[in-house]
C-alpha cells in the first residue's frame, strides 16, 4: 500500500517522499481515506505509530483544498503538553511543506504577544493546549466559531490530566453542525467513550494494535535494588555505557531536578524536563537529548509524554510509574520500527506491588536480574505472584523469592494490600502516591 493509494495530493505525496517515508503506517492506512471522506473518527494505536501523520495528512489536505477569506481558525489541534503542541506543529509544517496553510501554535508558560499577532494575522490552524487557549476565548483574542476539524490528540492523556472540563468549554464553543471531529488515543477508557458519545456523530473507529502492548523487540529488565542505594546503581548502569543516549523516568518533578543534578555532579551529562521547567528550558533540554549533545535526559511522565525520539535504545525507570499504562507509554519509545530497546527498571521492596501491576497488565515476563554489588540486603518479596522469571543474575543465581507471609495467593490483588511492604515504608514519605500521578496540571 502507498500514500498515494490513500488519496492524498501530490504536493503531501511530494513532502512525505523527502521525509523518506514511503509506506504508510497501519494506522494511517486505516484512518486517512476515513477522514478525508469526512467521517468522525476514534482512533486508537500505540505510541509511535504514525498518529500525527494520521489525522495531519488529511487535515492538511481537508484545509489547502480552499482558500479562508475570514482569517478565522478552521481547524484546532488539542495537545495536552507544550511539547507536544511543538511537535505536532513542527511535524504538520514538515508535511504541509508544499501547501498554504497558516498555523500557529497556542500554549501555556511564554508571554501571549507571538500569539497575539499571529491570530490576528489569522491561521487556518491551531495547535493548542487546553489552559492557553481558554485564556485566549476568555480574552476574546481567538474566534472558534469557524472550526470545521477538531482532533484530540493523546486525548486519554489530556483526561488524566484533568482537562475534560476545559475541554468541555473549548467543545461549548465550536460550531456542532458540519464538524468533523478525530479523537486519537493510545488507549480506550470509559471517560474517553462517553466524550465521543457526546461530542460526536456517529464516528467510526480504527483500533490497530492491541491495546497496552509494546513492541516484541524490547527486552524488559528489572534489577532489585535497596532505595538508598538505587542512585548509585543508574550511575553504574549509566557508566557502564556511557554513550546510549537514554531517557530516566523518575516520578516527580523534584526527584527529576535532583537526579539529573547529581548525575551531572558524577560527571554524567544531563537535563530534566518538567512541568517546572520554563518552555524555553524544556526546549532546550529536549534538543541537546535529540541531537545527542546530552545523553540522558530525566523526565517525568507527563513531561515526556508523547514527545517523539526517534529509536531510542534505553529508559530507565528510575522510578516506576504509579499507574501501570504509563509503562507503556515509557517503553513505547524504544524499540520503535523494528530496532531493538531495552527497558530496565530499578525497583525496591516498595514497588514491588507496581511491578506486579504492570508485569499483569503487559502479560509478559520480565527478566530479574541482581547487579553485582548492588544485591538488596534483604531479598525483595514479590507478594504471591512473582513478577517474572529470574534471569542469571549477573553475579551468582537468584531466583526471586517467593514470601510465604501471604498465603492467600488466589486473590492477587488483595495479596498486594497496603502492608505488602510495611518494613520499607520509612522512605516513601516524600516520593508521592498515587495523586502526585494524577494531579492536576495546567499546560501554561
Ligand atoms: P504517535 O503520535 O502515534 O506516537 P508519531 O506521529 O509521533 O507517532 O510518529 C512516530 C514516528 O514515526 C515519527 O518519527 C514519524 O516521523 C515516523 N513516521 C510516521 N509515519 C511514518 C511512515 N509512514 N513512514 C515512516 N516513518 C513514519
Ligand atoms: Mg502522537
Given at each position: 500500500m502507498s500514500f498515494e493509494s490513500l488519496g492524498l495530493s501530490p504536493n503531501l505525496l511530494r513532502a512525505l517522499n523527502e521525509q523518506g517515508f514511503q509506506t504508510p503506517t497501519p494506522i494511517q492506512q486505516q484512518a486517512i481515506p476515513l477522514v478525508l471522506a469526512g467521517h468522525d473518527l476514534l482512533a486508537g494505536a500505540q505510541t509511535g505509530t504514525g498518529k500525527t501523520a494520521a489525522f495531519g495528512l488529511p487535515l492538511l489536505q481537508h484545509l489547502a483544498a480552499r482558500a479562508n477569506p475570514t482569517r478565522k481558525p478552521r481547524a484546532l489541534v488539542l495537545t495536552p503538553t507544550r511539547e507536544l503542541a511543538v511537535q505536532v506543529h513542527d511535524n504538520l509544517r514538515d508535511y504541509g511543506k508544499y501547501l498554504r496553510v497558516p498555523s500557529t501554535t497556542i500554549y501555556g508558560g511564554v508571554g501571549m504577544g507571538n500569539q497575539l499577532t499571529a491570530l490576528r494575522r489569522g491561521v487556518d490552524l491551531l495547535i493548542a493546549c487546553p489552559g492557553r487557549l481558554l485564556d485566549h476565548i476568555e480574552r476574546g483574542s481567538v474566534d472558534l466559531s469557524g472550526i470545521e476539524v477538531l482532533v484530540l490528540d493523546e486525548a486519554d492523556r489530556?483526561?488524566?490530566?484533568?482537562f475534560l472540563p476545559s475541554i468541555k468549554r473549548i467543545l461549548a464553543r465550536l460550531p456542532k453542525q458540519n464538524r468533523q471531529t478525530?479523537?486519537?488515543?493510545?488507549?480506550?477508557?470509559e471517560p474517553i467513550k462517553q466524550l465521543a458519545l457526546e461530542f460526536m456523530r456517529e464516528p467510526q473507529q480504527v483500533q490497530v494494535t492491541p491495546k497496552n502492548t509494546v513492541a516484541g523487540t524490547i527486552a524488559h529488565r528489572v534489577h532489585p535494588v535497596d532505595a538508598e542505594r538505587k542512585r548509585e546503581l543508574l550511575l553504574h548502569l549509566l557508566a557502564r555505557d556511557a554513550r546510549v543516549q537514554t531517557l530516566v523516568f523518575a516520578r516527580t518533578k523534584h526527584g527529576s531536578d535532583k537526579l539529573a543534578r547529581q548525575l551531572e555532579n558524577a560527571g554524567v551529562r544531563a537535563a530534566a524536563i518538567h512541568g517546572n521547567k520554563s518552555q524555553g528550558q524544556r526546549q532546550r533540554a529536549l534538543a541537546d537529548f535529540k541531537s545527542g549533545r546530552v545523553p540522558v535526559l530525566v523526565a517525568t511522565d507527563i513531561a515526556a509524554r508523547g514527545i517523539?525520539?526517534?529509536?531510542?535504545?534505553?529508559?530507565?525507570?528510575?522510578?516506576l510509574p504509579m499507574v501501570a499504562e504509563d509503562y507503556v507509554h515509557r517503553i513505547g519509545r524504544t524499540g520503535r520500527n523494528g530496532a531493538q530497546g531495552e527497558a530496565i527498571s530499578l525497583v525496591t521492596q516498595d514497588e514491588a506491588k507496581l511491578l506486579r501491576q504492570i508485569v499483569r497488565l503487559l502479560g509478559q515476563d520480565m527478566d530479574i536480574r541482581d547487579v553485582d554489588g548492588f544485591v538488596p540486603k534483604t531479598p525483595i518479596r514479590w507478594g504471591n505472584s512473582a513478577p517474572g522469571k529470574a534471569g542469571a543474575s549477573e553475579g551468582g543465581q537468584r531466583p526471586p523469592r517467593k514470601h510465604t507471609r501471604r498465603p492467600h495467593g488466589e486473590n492477587s490483588r488483595q495479596a498486594q494490600?497496603?502492608?505488602?511492604?510495611?518494613?520499607?515504608?520509612?522512605?516513601?514519605?516524600?516520593?508521592?502516591?498515587?495523586?502526585?500521578?494524577r494531579r492536576r496540571r495546567r499546560s501554561r
Open positions: 489530556m483526561l488524566d490530566m484533568g478525530l479523537l486519537f488515543s493510545a488507549t480506550f477508557a517523539d525520539i526517534d529509536q531510542l535504545p534505553r529508559v530507565i525507570n528510575y522510578d494490600g497496603a502492608h505488602a511492604h510495611a518494613g520499607a515504608g520509612a522512605r516513601k514519605s516524600n516520593e508521592g502516591q498515587a495523586p502526585q500521578q
